[in-house]
Nanobody, 124 residues
């Protein structure tokens, strides 16, 4: 079992930045692929970014490419999401997820463990 705890969300003006963190409880954190998803009010949860076990491969949904960066520190059991040039369309609850596969995909079903989420609100 892996417990994931997100932090770093908050209220920011359009054009601003936030850095989300996700701390994992597992001693074998480096064996999990990790991802970030988000869910806006009234919308389905959507894929944002993923990273493989080593951090050497990353993937992003088109709407965040060039603005968001996913990274991980296996020594700290933590994955990050650096979000720059935020706009109101990025407002959502952001969820961290862990996959038992080393290189997870873009689908909700690819992931085995989920955090409770952290709210990101971008004002115009």
């Amino acid at each position: 079992q892996v417990q994931l705890v997100e932090s770093g969300g908050g209220l920011v003006q359009a054009g601003g930045s936030l850095r989300l963190s996700c701390a994992a409880s597992s001693r074998t954190f480096s064996s999990y692929g990790m991802g970030w998803f988000r869910q806006a009010p009234g919308k389905a949860r959507e894929f944002v970014a993923s990273i493989n076990w080593s951090g050497g491969r990353t993937y992003y949904t088109d709407s965040v490419k060039g603005r968001f960066t996913i990274s991980r520190d296996n020594a700290k059991n933590t994955v990050y999401l650096q979000m720059n040039s935020l706009n109101p369309g990025d407002t959502a609850v952001y969820y961290c997820a862990a996959a038992k596969t080393l290189l997870p995909g873009h689908y909700y079903s690819d992931y085995d463990y989920w955090g409770r989420g952290t709210q990101v609100t971008v004002s115009s």
